[in-house]
């Protein structure tokens, strides 16, 4: 049977998911770091580490759109500037997806969780640059080969982080500020979801139902938290990432150092 959760699921699980997500969409708008809390909660909601991480791509898929459009409408983003990054983006993580699929279930639940935690801990300590505002500053070509390729390999594989990751990478590479380096972040992010989600429905491992539910909650957190980091700029964004990161560190060493649920 292709798609098993979807005949197992129970509305209160259903709901308590939508809700994750709506939290996810909006603090992955504002600072990225939605899937450190959708990829838990799904993996607490029973579903095998394969078909989480494909699940988690069609709601972050949603998510991910909406944000993005979002930060380009209000012209946070040019696409024309960011030509290499993105082919390289989905190149990568086309591959990542594709590795993923390939290990051994028993290796992700080892892996994601430990991956989650060591998201947290780098977003933690590591420290935001500061950018200069100028936003005709030349954006170089050259470097968007090695991020893409790396940051979308990541996504593919796991995800968890990835648009807090673009963030900082793009504040260290490129002259930009954080609001337009969130841009850079939400659209790569759209990239590297779309093109791992082809992998996962190639190989069945998307529980539709759920992916799309939890993706059209994600849709209402990703437009409110968009809109509400464009208007709030780097003095709205930068705590709400250091508290995010803080809260969810806590969250995982309770969890996977100390056995609580």
Known sequence: MPFPFELVVDPATLAILAVVAFLAGFIDAIAGGGGLLTIPALLTAGLPPHLVLGTNKLCATFGSATASYTFYRRKLFAPRQWRNALISTAIGALLGACLAHWLPAAWLNQMLPAVVFACGL????SRMPAAPLNPD?????ARQWPQ?????FYDGVAGPGTGAFWTVSSLLLYP??????????RSMNFVSNAAALAVFIVS???????????????MAGAFLGAHTAIKGGAKFIRPVFILVVLALTARLAWQHWFGMA
């Open 122 to 125: 780098y977003l933690l300590f």
């Open 137 to 141: 500053a030349p954006i170089a070509t």
């Open 148 to 152: 893409g390729l790396g940051l979308g």
């Open 176 to 185: 930009l500020d954080l609001l337009r380096a969130s841009g850079v972040a």
């Open 204 to 218: 069945g491992q998307v529980a539709w139902l759920l992916g799309i539910s939890m993706g059209i909650a994600l």
